[in-house]
């Protein structure tokens, strides 16, 4: 089997290089997802499908396996910012994040985002729910259920689990008693 992909690895290579599309390293095949390979151009990467059609043109610094944040999206670097395409090449978060936390970490269905130094989130379509704005965020239910308190320019404050500041970060501090 290594030595039929091996082969078709290198006709594809070929094809390729006919066809003006001159790629570094075609790895192989399924490693990512079916009949796609990784494909590396110029230090970028990208995909193409076993006919050596590009699905994903190299534009990426990395780019993770398939489900490891979020089910059928691979994790992208551009640039050192993070977005995800999914399982059709499609951008569903351009990259724009410093970070991306794993998603059900702070809350059912949404991942914690980092965009310059601030912070937010985003849900499972790649909507912003919280604009990064926040200095910090705790997890939700630690203070009040369904509330995280945030913080910004030393303030605090609390949102809620729809993303909606219930209490707007201007407190000095928030006295808490169990």
Do not use: H, R
């Not at 690895?9 to 009949?35: H, N, R, T």
């Not at 724009?96 to 601030?118: C, H, P, R, T």
């Amino acid at each position: 089997m290594k030595n039929l992909t091996l082969a078709f690895s290198i006709f594809i290579f070929s094809c390729s290089y006919l066809l003006g599309q001159e790629y570094d390293v075609i790895s192989s095949f399924g490693a990512y997802q079916k009949d796609w390979a990784l494909i590396q151009k110029d230090g970028l990467y990208g995909f193409i499908d076993i006919n050596g059609t590009e699905i994903v043109k190299p534009q990426y610094d990395e780019i993770s396996s398939f489900g490891a944040y979020q089910k059928d999206w691979a994790l992208v670097q551009k640039d050192g910012l993070y977005g995800f395409i999914d399982i059709n090449g499609t951008e569903i978060v351009k990259p724009q994040y410093d970070v991306i936390s794993s998603f059900e970490a702070y809350q059912k269905d949404w991942a914690l985002v980092q965009k310059d130094g601030l912070y937010g989130f985003i849900d499972i379509n790649g909507t912003e729910i919280v604009k990064p704005q926040y200095d910090a965020i705790s997890s939700f239910g630690a203070y009040q259920k369904d509330w995280a308190l945030v913080q910004k320019d030393g303030l605090y404050g609390f949102i809620n689990v729809e993303g909606v500041e219930i209490i707007p970060a201007k407190n000095t501090e928030i006295p808490w008693s169990e």
